[in-house]
C-alpha cells in the first residue's frame, strides 16, 4: 500500500502563487506515473498534470497550462505542483495520484491506484 500526502495549501489572493508538495511513502517511486487532480465544490474530479516516471515527460490541463508546473524529486519520493497567477476558478482541493500500471500516462483518474487525501486551495474572487 503507497500512502501519498499532501501539503502546501492554502487561502492566497488572485494572482498569487502555492507551492504544494506530495510525499509518499511508495518503495519504488520512480515506478509511478504521478498526477495531481482537483474538485471544486459541485463539480467533477478533474485532471490538472501529470509527470511520468523519470520526470522527462509532463502533460497539463489546458485551463492551467503556463502557469502551473508540475515536478518531481525521485531521491526524496516527492512531487510538487508549482502553481503561478492563481484564479478563482483556480479554488479546489487538490489531491495527487500515482499510478504504476500504465505505460502511456493518462489522464484519466480511474488510472490511477493510489490517492492523498487532499489539500484545500483557495482562492477568493
Known amino acids: 500500500q503507497v500512502q501519498l500526502v499532501e501539503s502546501g495549501g492554502g487561502l492566497v489572493q488572485a494572482g498569487g502563487s502555492l507551492r504544494l508538495s506530495c510525499a509518499t511513502s511508495?518503495?519504488?517511486?520512480?515506478?509511478?506515473?504521478m498526477g495531481w487532480f482537483r474538485q471544486a465544490p459541485g463539480k467533477e474530479r478533474e485532471f490538472v498534470a501529470l509527470i511520468t516516471r523519470s520526470g522527462t515527460i509532463t502533460d497539463y490541463a489546458i485551463s492551467v497550462k503556463d502557469r502551473f508546473t508540475i515536478s518531481r524529486d525521485n531521491a526524496k519520493n516527492m512531487v510538487y505542483l508549482q502553481m503561478n497567477s492563481l484564479k478563482p476558478e483556480d479554488t479546489a482541493v487538490y489531491y495527487c495520484?500515482?499510478?504504476?500500471?500504465?505505460?502511456?500516462?493518462?489522464?484519466?483518474?480511474?488510472?490511477?491506484?493510489?490517492w492523498g487525501q487532499g489539500t484545500q486551495v483557495t482562492v477568493p474572487s
Open positions: 511508495a518503495r519504488s517511486f520512480s515506478y509511478y506515473n
Open positions: 495520484a500515482a499510478d504504476w500500471k500504465a505505460v502511456i500516462p493518462s489522464r484519466r483518474a480511474a488510472v490511477y491506484d493510489y
